[in-house]
C-alpha cells in the first residue's frame, strides 16, 4: 500500500470540495455522478496505477485510465490536478472561456493527463481495447483502466466492445461500472432497465467482481484483486455500487443532482460537511 | 490533348490493398482493421504478411474506429477497412469525436464508395461522404482515380501524421497514372494543359475527363484538366491558377453535388475569383440498383456530360 486507507478518505474528501466549488464557481456540470465516483479515482490514481505526472501520451510503460462518462469531468481533473499533472489554480478555469478543463475533457487544449475525448457517450471502452491491444503489440505489461456510466450502457457500442474484448483475450484491461442506478430522466430501473449487468457481463465472457465503490476499503481491496486476474485470458469488470452524490447528504441518491450547480447555500452546506485536507485551490 | 491509354484495368481497392502491404513493410507501427470485409478491401495480404498487427472487429464499425483510436495512443498508425458508407455515416460521431476531434493518427479507409458498387443499391452507395467528411476540422479528405494512385497514397497517408480519409471504390477501371509516381497529399495533378475550360476532377471521374478532353478536342475545345486527389487540403493555387487562365470550370466526382468537391471550388472561387462553373456530380438524390456503367450513364456521370458541361460553361463565361 501506498497509503493507508484513512490517508486515501482524506484525498477524497478534498477531490469532492474541488468538484462542488468548481461546479458552483461556473454554475454548471456534473456533481453527482462526479461525488459518487470520488473514492474510485483517488484510489486509482494515488493507489492503483503506476503513473507518471510528467505527462506522455504514449503512457508507455504506464497503467493508463479513460474515462467514458466524460460528464464526470469535475472528479477526473482534480484527481489529475491532485496528484501533480496540472497546477491545482488550474481548476479555477474549470467550464470558462479558454480553459483547458473544458465541460467533457479532451485532448484538444493539451490538458496533461488526458488522452481522449469523452462527453458523447458510449466510446470509451472501445478506446480502452484498443489502448490496450496496443500494449499488448508493444510488449508493455502494464494495465488500461476505463470507467463507464450505468445509464451509459444502453448506448449499443458498449456491447460491441463487452463482445470483443473478451474474444481477442484483451486481459489487460479493467473496466469499472459507476453503478449508481440514476440517470438524466431518473432511475435507470423505470428509463431503460440494466436487468442483471453481472449475468449479463459474464455470459460476454468477462470476469466479474463486485465493489462498494463508496467504501475506501472495499474499492482498493477489489482494485488490487482486479489486478491480480490481469493475464488470464478475460477481461475484468468491476461491477461498482455507488451512490450519486455521495459525501454531500442533500446531493445522495437521486438524480436530481446529475447535473445541477449548488448555490452559494447549498455549496456552503456542502462544504460543511466536506473536510479541507489539503489545501482548496 | 496529351495522350493517355492504358494496358491493364483494376480496382481501385487492389491499389490500396497493396498499398497497404508496402506502409507496413515500411513502418512496423502500421496496423489494421476490419469489420468482416477483408476480401471486398483487399486486405488479404497485409494480414498474411502481419497475422498480429491484424484485428478483425466483426461487424461492429463504431467499435472499430474506438478500438483505431484508441491503437494510436500506444503509437500505432491503424488503417481501418470498411465499406464508405459504413466508415463514414454510420459511425459520424465515434470519428467526430474519438478521431477528429482527440487528434488520432487514424487512417480511416473507405472502398465501395459512390454510384459504381452497383447492384447492392443506394443502402451501400453513400454519394454524402466527402462532405461529411471534409467537414471535420483537422480531416485530411482523399478520392484517388486509379490502383497506381490509390496505391501511392495509402503509402503517402502512413508517413502522414493525422486523422485521415481516403475514399476508393469497387469496379476496375482503366490504370493510367505513373506506376512510381510519388503522392503528395494537397497537391493538384496536372492531367492536361488547356486554354478554354478548366475540368477538375476526382475519383472514377478522372478517366472520363480525359474522355470528355478528347471529345473536346475533336470539337476544337482546349480543355485544361486537373485531378484534385485531395479535397481537403484543397490545392487552391492549382485551382486558381487554371480558372484565372480559362475563365471557366467544370467539376467532376461521383458524389452528391452538395459538399462535394465541386462546392470546395465554388467555396474558392467565389472569394477569390468569381467565375462561371457547372457540376457534375449526383443531384441530391440516393442510387439504386444497377451496373456501375448503367448507374454512371443514368445519374448523369459520363464523359459525354462533362462535353456538355464544357460547352454550357464556356457560353456562359464569353457572355
Given at each position: 500500500m501506498k497509503h493507508k486507507i484513512n490517508e486515501l478518505?482524506?484525498?477524497?474528501?478534498?477531490?469532492?470540495?474541488?468538484?462542488?466549488?468548481?461546479?458552483?464557481?461556473?454554475?454548471?456540470?456534473?456533481?453527482?455522478?462526479?461525488?459518487?465516483?470520488?473514492?474510485?479515482?483517488?484510489?486509482?490514481?494515488?493507489?492503483?496505477?503506476?503513473?507518471?505526472?510528467?505527462?506522455?501520451?504514449?503512457?508507455?510503460?504506464?497503467?493508463?485510465?479513460?474515462?467514458?462518462?466524460?460528464?464526470?469531468?469535475?472528479?477526473?481533473?482534480?484527481?489529475?490536478?491532485?496528484?501533480?499533472?496540472?497546477?491545482?489554480?488550474?481548476?479555477a478555469t474549470f467550464r470558462k472561456l479558454n480553459s483547458r478543463l473544458q465541460g467533457h475533457p479532451t485532448t484538444h487544449e493539451g490538458l496533461p493527463g488526458i488522452r481522449i475525448a469523452s462527453g458523447s457517450l458510449g466510446q470509451g471502452m472501445?478506446?480502452?481495447?484498443?489502448?490496450?491491444?496496443?500494449?499488448?503489440?508493444?510488449?508493455?505489461?502494464?494495465?488500461?483502466?476505463?470507467?463507464?456510466?450505468?445509464?451509459?450502457?444502453?448506448?449499443?457500442?458498449?456491447?460491441?466492445?463487452?463482445?470483443?474484448a473478451p474474444h481477442n483475450k484483451v486481459d489487460n484491461l479493467i473496466a469499472s461500472i459507476d453503478y449508481n442506478g440514476q440517470q438524466i430522466d431518473g432511475p435507470t430501473e423505470k428509463v431503460l432497465s440494466l436487468e442483471n449487468l453481472q449475468a449479463k457481463f459474464e455470459a460476454f465472457g468477462w470476469n466479474v467482481i463486485n465493489s462498494d465503490g463508496n467504501d475506501m476499503d472495499s474499492i482498493v481491496k477489489a482494485l488490487h484483486y482486479a489486478k491480480s486476474l490481469t493475464g488470464k485470458g478475460k477481461p475484468i469488470l468491476n461491477l461498482m455500487s455507488t451512490q450519486m452524490g455521495y459525501g454531500v447528504d442533500f446531493m445522495m441518491g437521486s438524480h436530481k443532482w446529475h447535473g445541477v450547480a449548488p448555490n452559494d447555500e447549498q455549496l456552503a452546506a456542502a462544504l460543511a460537511q466536506l473536510s479541507s485536507t489539503l489545501k482548496d485551490y | 490533348m496529351k495522350k493517355y491509354t492504358y494496358t491493364e484495368k483494376k480496382d481501385t481497392r487492389s491499389g490500396f490493398g497493396a498499398g497497404l502491404l508496402e506502409a507496413g513493410k515500411k513502418n512496423p507501427e502500421v496496423v489494421a482493421l476490419c469489420a468482416d470485409l477483408v476480401g471486398s478491401l483487399k486486405m488479404d495480404a497485409f494480414i498474411k504478411e502481419f497475422p498480429e498487427r491484424f484485428f478483425q472487429i466483426g461487424i461492429a464499425e463504431a467499435n472499430m474506429i474506438g478500438i483505431a483510436a484508441g491503437l494510436t495512443i500506444g503509437g500505432k498508425v491503424p488503417f481501418t477497412g470498411t465499406f464508405a458508407n459504413f466508415s463514414t455515416g454510420r459511425v459520424y460521431d465515434q470519428i467526430r469525436q474519438s478521431v477528429a476531434y482527440s487528434d488520432k493518427n487514424v487512417k480511416i479507409c473507405a472502398s465501395h464508395a459512390g454510384l459504381t458498387l452497383?447492384?447492392?443499391?443506394?443502402?451501400?452507395?453513400?454519394?454524402?461522404?466527402?462532405?461529411?467528411?471534409?467537414?471535420?476540422?483537422?480531416?485530411?479528405?482523399?478520392?484517388?482515380?486509379?490502383?497506381?494512385?490509390?496505391?501511392?497514397?495509402?503509402?503517402?497517408?502512413?508517413?502522414?501524421?493525422?486523422?485521415?480519409?481516403?475514399?476508393?471504390?469497387?469496379?476496375?477501371?482503366?490504370?493510367?497514372?505513373?506506376?512510381?509516381?510519388?503522392?503528395e497529399i494537397g497537391k493538384a495533378w496536372m492531367v492536361n494543359e488547356g486554354t478554354d475550360v478548366t475540368i477538375i476532377a476526382t475519383g472514377h471521374m478522372v478517366w472520363k475527363a480525359i474522355e470528355a478532353g478528347e471529345k473536346?478536342?475533336?470539337?476544337?475545345?482546349?480543355?485544361?484538366?486537373?485531378?484534385?486527389?485531395?479535397?481537403?487540403?484543397?490545392?487552391?493555387?492549382?485551382?486558381l491558377k487554371s480558372v484565372k487562365k480559362t475563365g471557366c470550370v467544370v467539376t467532376c466526382e461521383e458524389h452528391n453535388k452538395l459538399g462535394g468537391l465541386g462546392e470546395s471550388v465554388a467555396r474558392l472561387l467565389s472569394t477569390e475569383l468569381p467565375s462561371p462553373q457547372e457540376f457534375v456530380a449526383v443531384n441530391d438524390s440516393f442510387g439504386e440498383s444497377g451496373t456501375p456503367d448503367q448507374l454512371m450513364t443514368k445519374y448523369g456521370l459520363d464523359s459525354i456530360n462533362i462535353v456538355e458541361a464544357a460547352q454550357k460553361v464556356i457560353k456562359r463565361a464569353k457572355k
Open positions: 478518505e482524506d484525498i477524497a474528501a478534498q477531490v469532492r470540495r474541488d468538484i462542488v466549488r468548481m461546479v458552483h464557481a461556473c454554475q454548471s456540470g456534473h456533481p453527482g455522478g462526479s461525488l459518487g465516483c470520488a473514492d474510485f479515482m483517488t484510489a486509482l490514481y494515488f493507489e492503483i496505477m503506476n503513473h507518471s505526472t510528467d505527462f506522455k501520451m504514449d503512457g508507455k510503460g504506464e497503467d493508463l485510465f479513460f474515462l467514458s462518462n466524460g460528464h464526470i469531468s469535475p472528479v477526473f481533473y482534480s484527481v489529475l490536478a491532485r496528484s501533480g499533472y496540472f497546477d491545482i489554480a488550474e481548476m472501445s478506446v480502452a481495447i484498443g489502448a490496450a491491444q496496443a500494449k499488448k503489440l508493444n510488449k508493455d505489461q502494464s494495465t488500461v483502466f476505463v470507467l463507464l456510466g450505468d445509464g451509459e450502457l444502453q448506448e449499443g457500442q458498449n456491447w460491441e466492445a463487452i463482445m470483443y | 452497383g447492384e447492392d443499391g443506394a443502402t451501400h452507395q453513400i454519394l454524402e461522404d466527402i462532405g461529411l467528411m471534409k467537414m471535420l476540422p483537422g480531416m485530411t479528405v482523399i478520392n484517388t482515380c486509379d490502383y497506381n494512385q490509390t496505391k501511392a497514397a495509402t503509402i503517402a497517408i502512413a508517413e502522414h501524421h493525422g486523422p485521415v480519409y481516403l475514399r476508393f471504390g469497387r469496379p476496375v477501371i482503366p490504370v493510367f497514372t505513373d506506376p512510381d509516381q510519388k503522392f473536346l478536342a475533336e470539337l476544337g475545345i482546349d480543355a485544361e484538366i486537373i485531378n484534385i486527389h485531395t479535397i481537403k487540403p484543397l490545392d487552391e493555387e492549382a485551382v
